[in-house]
Antibody, heavy 116, light 108 residues
Framework: QVQLVQSGGEVKEPGASVKVSCRAS????????MHWVRQAPGQGLEWMGW????????KYAKSFQGRVSISRDTSAKSTYMELSGLRSEDTAVYFC?????????WGQGTPVTVSS | EIVLTQSPATLSLSPGETATLSCRAS??????LAWYKQKPGQPPRLLIY???NRATGIPQRFSGSGSGTDFTLTINSLEPEDFAVYYC??????????FGQGTRLDIK
């Protein structure tokens, strides 16, 4: 069965960076692109970016450009989202989501807290 | 950037009633619209893709309609587990996507 398993929660200080992983199983990793979406406490869903897991091409939301980097390791069947220059407003749950007909499978979410 | 506006913000209904949720796009997005349901502490779950296609395992009481700029998610005969937050999402400028702000469906 398809599963996306994300890394555990993180607590970071302002200005630091965080890297969240998403390990896929149950399907051919390079056949499906991956998106990253975040959700601040009590708020809606915010798209961060996308990666073509086959060739590594990426696209980022304008609001995150320059701060976010999405990568993949095909041998590990994993994608990674790194966000730099963290500020308190980046406190959120970060999700990876597989793209097929819609975002059909989601990771469980990784809470990231930014606090001094 | 394409903006999706969902209405109402909150909808209060009783089990067995029919829910009608709206999503309006700021420009033509053809049929490139999906709907998701999210319960507290869980990731979103895909319900509908390409405006009217039910995702795998989604009950028939969920249906989607619309094209262009106006879309509707209808939930017939509400079950207790249907009370959640619902989001629409567009992919007309793929691979970028955007989400609506959500509609909360509450038990009356």
């Amino acid at each position: 069965q398809v599963q996306l398993v994300q890394s555990g929660g993180e607590v970071k200080e302002p200005g630091a960076s965080v890297k969240v992983s998403c390990r896929a199983s149950g399907y051919t990793f390079t056949s499906y692109a991956m998106h990253w979406v975040r959700q601040a406490p009590g708020q809606g869903l915010e798209w961060m970016g996308w990666i073509d897991t086959g060739n590594g091409n990426t696209k980022y939301a304008k609001s995150f450009q320059g701060r976010v980097s999405i990568s993949r390791d095909t041998s590990a069947k994993s994608t990674y989202m790194e966000l730099s220059g963290l500020r308190s407003e980046d406190t959120a749950v970060y999700f990876c989501a597989r793209e097929w007909e819609g975002l059909d499978y989601w990771g469980q979410g990784t809470p990231v807290t930014v606090s001094s | 950037e394409i903006v999706l506006t969902q209405s109402p913000a909150t909808l209060s209904l009783s089990p067995g009633e029919t829910a009608t949720l709206s999503c309006r796009a700021s420009q033509n997005i053809y049929n490139y619209l999906a709907w998701y349901k999210q319960k507290p502490g869980q990731p979103p779950r895909l319900l509908i893709y390409d405006a009217s296609n039910r995702a795998t395992g989604i009950p028939q009481r969920f249906s989607g309609s619309g094209s262009g700029t106006d879309f509707t998610l209808t939930i017939n005969s509400l079950e207790p587990e249907d009370f959640a937050v619902y989001y629409c999402q567009q992919r007309s400028n793929w691979p970028s996507v955007t989400f609506g702000q959500g509609t909360r469906l509450d038990i009356k």
